[in-house]
């Protein structure tokens, strides 16, 4: 079965902090995909990152990075000195390689004040 | 570019009532999907389309039907709209490269 859990529904934070989302899945597939989408409060869904299961490089944009580890499936998102145009629902998502179907985790609210 | 597009944004039925939703790409991507949203239950996949002439249910396709006549285009159709169906409705298309989703910008549909 297919899953992706983000336990946390909603954090809050003051601008400059730091702030890990967590996202955890669940596959039996050994090939993979896993992404993150940004919704801001103006609704639309944009794309950040993908991440392949051969590929357990962590990755680093800007103030972003993102912590990919098979041995606990888990692929967490970090903001570092987060600002308030950072808030936002932040959803992680999981393809396996042979279906076309993505399954999304019910998404983490992200408040960020000033 | 105008990316994904969905008309219309806003949208008012009866119960009953019947609509289609139509969805637009100009990337020339062969995978198109229609999701709903959802309060605390993220994106929900209602059908999708690997290609112009196929169709597939995804994880709640119940109350739903999709065409996709047009490798562009993507209509999802409610034959007899139900309150249950009041909810946000996103189209995506798939660069079959990078695999990321482009997403339109929603229609807010609400069944009274």
């Known amino acids: 079965a297919q899953k992706v859990t983000q336990a946390q529904t909603e954090i809050s934070v003051v601008e400059k902090e730091d702030v890990t989302l967590d996202c955890v899945y669940e596959?039996?597939?050994?090939?993979?995909?896993l992404f993150w989408y940004k919704q801001p409060p103006s609704g639309e869904l944009v794309f950040l990152i993908r991440r392949n299961s051969f590929d357990e490089q962590n990755e680093i944009s800007g103030r972003y990075s993102w912590n990919f580890q098979k041995s606990t499936s888990s692929f967490n998102f970090t903001i570092t000195a987060s600002q308030v145009v950072d808030s936002a629902v932040y959803f992680c998502?999981?393809?396996?390689?042979?279906?076309?179907?993505?399954?999304f985790g019910t998404g983490t609210r992200l408040k960020v004040l000033a | 570019n105008a990316g994904v597009t969905q008309t219309p944004k806003f949208r008012v039925l009866k119960t009953g009532q019947s609509m289609t939703l139509l969805c637009a790409q100009d990337?020339?991507?062969?995978?198109m999907y229609w999701y709903r949203q959802d309060p605390g239950m993220g994106l929900r996949l209602i059908h999708y389309?690997?290609?112009?002439?196929?169709?597939a249910k995804g994880e709640v396709p119940d109350g739903y039907n999709v065409s996709r006549l047009k490798k562009q285009n993507f209509l999802l159709g409610l034959e007899s709209a139900a309150p249950s169906q009041t909810s946000v409705y996103f189209c995506?298309?798939?660069?079959?490269?990078?695999?990321?989703?482009?997403f339109g910008p929603g229609t807010r549909l609400t069944v009274l």
């Open positions: 990337m020339n991507h062969e995978y």
């Open positions: 995506a298309s798939t660069d079959g490269a990078s695999l990321a989703q482009y």
């Open positions: 998502a999981l393809k396996n390689s042979g279906t076309y179907k993505y399954i």
């Open positions: 389309s690997v290609g112009e002439g196929t169709t």
């Open positions: 596959t039996r597939d050994t090939t993979y995909y």
